[in-house]
């Protein structure tokens, strides 16, 4: 029977590791993340034997082996993950409560029929089942919830799968077996249906809420585009219109150099041709980029800065086409610029200076921002980000930022430096 049931086990073990390959996130290549996936498989399979088969009449060495084989499980889902956050563990969760569904039906098969190649036989049938099964059905939704930077509260979601897992083990494995008692069949197997009801209606709920999110942030920067559009609209309009007043008016200031040439005073005429000069400036029209989503939002933020009276200094290369999503790249801008406008909004003027380098090309994408700051700064130990003071609801541009970042394969940082506090995004294309 040990034999039978180490059998089940490494089955459940190899599926257990197919779901972490295909339901999380890769930092590392395919190839390294099944070594790392089937060194595990390997280890977890080699202690099984220990409390299966050497130790088998031993309750401490199964509550020991089962535990250490849980820590390894779920540090292989960390360790191939690219995100390595809350998530990610209540995935790794998720996947051992996923394939004991798969155990438990062996030993009912066994149970059932009493032979063991039948069993075993279904036991992979049920594995291949719910793996097609989940992952032709929620796992995008898992990706992309790995992907989301601005969903929350997974460490109480992760309670989920833990007491599905005490749950299972209690009933149907330790310290009585369903061997011992068959009349639990029938209530192990609608705890199977609730746990994947469970699952879908959370994940199903958790991929609703970050799409409502996204259409936030979406709906917020299209009103953004639209009132940058319009104000440069209005300056052109008004551009314009001072224009045709100062070609209208020149013939006159033509007149008034020659009667200053003729008179000889070429002081007046400097005066004149100075304010000619300064009109045509003044009504220039102002033109940050060449990209024209990322030259519209820029100068909505311009317009902010200068009715605050802050100091901005641009260093800004942007081309008509660049190498990522036009709309992401630009949200990124109008939320370091916001924030940077609204650390320095408060101080004495001389200290409203925001410093801003953008640089972007095919081969690479560099922004760098700094802006004073007065208030101390906490980063988050998990994140890396700096914490919201404003409470819940507040510090999600920083999140999209980072989460832009690693979207495309670049890096993010914060530091700082004496009285300035410092963003930079680097992406190589």
Known sequence: MNYFTSISYMISHIFLMLFIFF??????????????????FCLISLLDCFKLVIFSESNLCYVIVTITQIIITQSVAIIVSSKRDNKVLFM??????????????ATVLYICTGHEIVSIIGSVIVHIGILLILFFRIRNICLKCQESEYLKNWWELCLIPVFFYCGFSFIAFF????????????GVILFIITMFVSYVVVLRYMESQSEKTDIYWKSVFMEEYI?????????????????????HDMRHYSKMIDAMLEQEKYSEIKKITEHINNVADENKVVKYCSNLIANTIISKMMDKAWSLNINVELDIIIPKKIPVNDYEFTLVIANLFENAIMCVEDFEESKRKVYIKINCSDEHLLIHMKNRYNKKIEFDTVTGLPKSTKGAGHGLGMQSVFA???KNGGEAGCYLEEEFFNIILFVKF
């Open 23 to 40: 339901f999380i996130l890769h930092r590392y290549s395919k190839f390294v993340t099944f070594l790392i996936c089937f060194f595990a």
């Open 92 to 105: 790794g969760l998720s996947s051992s409560n996923y394939v004991i569904a798969g155990s438990i039906i």
């Open 175 to 186: 310290p009585n077996t369903l061997y011992d008692n068959p009349s639990n069949i029938p």
């Open 227 to 247: 009132k940058g559009l319009e104000s440069q609209y209005y300056m052109i309009e008004q551009s314009e219109h001072n224009l045709k007043i100062l070609r």
């Open 404 to 406: 832009f970042a690693e």
